[in-house]
């Protein structure tokens, strides 16, 4: 990391383990979670975050000094949703399939307490490296989770990983099949989606005692 | 007819928290206490109940495809559908200051009460979620599209009292350490959107479109698996498809 300062690095890495948004701060949950049944939608999912998030950071920071704070969560609202459209144009032009799984998910961006959350607690108080810094790592942090999601929900679920039938076909019969191991369906449906990650809460806190709560 | 099935569906099978994981964020960060939930509730409610309908409108006269017809033919095939986000958005943040200065003024008990949590809702997934789903799910009347808020406000409420009550009595039980706090509350919520999905079989056979890309998958006459998993990305968009799927 020669790059990049020590303290600006710690911008990038904090929010990928000990202050991730997802596990510790509990932001951007609200439209995480519907979209982890398939590993593709969680990447893309993840990447549209962290662009958002980045640019937004970026801009807002920029603007810092020139928006009133008495309507600032207006001023917010109005970039964030701008970017999104892009965003969302961008995925119907080249991913015309993925974003209509995504279907309103990606408008849900907007309202993703991440984004707002980063704005009031960090892009309106710092320069726009920094800001930009801080939102590549919280963008990854929350993407990280999703892809931890999806990658279990996807393998569990339907056997397959992108797509690709890792586990074998369960028709023929092949891979895994052949000694009777069958897809565990319920992996699809939303609610496991929440299981996995107290699961996730609860390795990582087992792990950092010092995050346990009361 | 309709109303009811539409108000029961929106209640139950399609919940706002238990089947679209909508406004996680405050149903996780304000769910400590049941009093301060109903506040939050009541005011999510109310906002929900307000823009849905204003939505509507404007996704009527202003953003489908050829909606702007009434100004003239010539604007028959005008289609300012990309322009929703941005709009609803503002809506919402504008009704959300609106309904708050009308609130202090008229009754400030009312304000006192919801007031710390009124603005932010403007930042509340669940309510622009309201409205993306109304247009997305293609709600036809103006009366539908009201009863679609207040009945998906109720059951986004319903939901944060019972995660309320519940958070309330755990305190007493002993829960593993790690667990504690944020894992357990996502775990019991995991558990009570399986519950949730018993209502799935409420009521079926009604005369819902079916998504798109469902039809399309079944033309390319997949295989089983594949058909799944578009089932269950189309689970998020109407969650009477997940009944088929338990049901298999």
């Known amino acids: 990391m020669a790059l990049l300062s020590k303290k600006d690095s710690r911008l990038i890495l904090d929010p990928l383990a000990d202050n991730n948004p997802i596990t510790i701060q509990v932001l951007g949950i609200c439209s995480a979670l519907a979209i982890t049944a398939q590993l593709k939608a969680s990447i893309v999912m993840a990447l549209s975050v962290m662009v958002v998030l980045a640019v937004g950071n970026v801009v807002i920071s920029l603007l810092r000094n020139v928006i009133p704070g008495k309507i600032r969560i207006i001023a917010q609202l109005i970039i964030v949703a701008a970017l999104v459209i892009i965003v969302d144009q961008v995925l119907k032009a080249f991913a015309y399939e993925l974003s209509k799984q995504l279907s309103v998910f990606i408008g849900l961006i907007i309202t993703n307490c991440i984004i707002m959350g980063r704005f009031e607690a960090f892009a309106l108080a710092n320069k726009p490296w920094r800001s930009f810094l801080d939102g590549i790592g919280n963008a990854a942090g929350y993407g990280l989770i999703l892809i931890i999601v999806g990658f279990f929900r996807e393998l569990l679920g339907s056997g397959t990983l992108l797509g690709f039938k890792v586990l074998g076909d369960p028709i023929a019969k092949t891979g895994v099949y052949a000694f009777g191991y069958e897809n565990n369906g319920f992996m699809l449906l939303s609610p496991m989606a929440l299981i996995i990650i107290g699961i996730i809460i609860w390795a990582q806190r087992s792990r950092n005692k010092a995050l346990i709560e009361e | ?248």
């Open chain 2, 1 to 248: 007819m309709e109303h009811i099935e539409l108000f029961f569906k929106s209640i139950f099978i399609d919940n706002m928290i238990f089947a679209t994981f909508l406004g996680m964020c405050s149903y996780l960060a304000v769910s400590k206490k049941v009093t301060t939930a109903v506040g939050l509730g009541a005011a999510v409610i109310f906002v929900l109940t307000v823009t849905v309908p204003i939505n509507w409108l404007l996704d009527q006269y202003l953003l489908r495809d050829g909606a702007l017809v009434w100004l003239g033919p010539e604007y028959a095939d005008y289609n300012l559908g990309f322009l929703s986000f941005i709009l609803f958005i503002a809506t919402i943040a504008t009704m959300v200051q609106l309904v708050e200065i009308v609130v202090e003024k008229f009754s400030p008990s009312l304000y006192n009460s919801l007031g710390i949590f009124l603005p932010l809702i403007a930042v509340n997934c669940a309510i622009l979620g309201g409205s993306l789903f109304m247009q997305s799910r293609d709600i036809p009347t103006l009366g539908l599209a009201l009863n679609y808020g207040f009945s998906s406000g109720i059951g986004w409420f319903l939901a944060i009292l019972a995660i309320a009550a519940i958070r309330e009595k755990i305190r007493y039980s002993n829960v593993p350490a790690p667990l504690r706090g944020l894992g357990i509350t996502f775990i019991i919520t995991g558990l009570m959107a399986i519950g949730f999905m018993s209502f799935g079989g409420m009521l079926t056979g009604g005369d819902e479109k079916k998504p798109a890309h469902e039809a399309s998958a079944a033309e390319v006459k997949t295989e089983q698996i594949q058909k799944e998993n578009t089932k269950e990305t189309a689970a998020a968009v109407s969650v009477s498809e997940v009944s088929t799927l338990t049901k298999q």
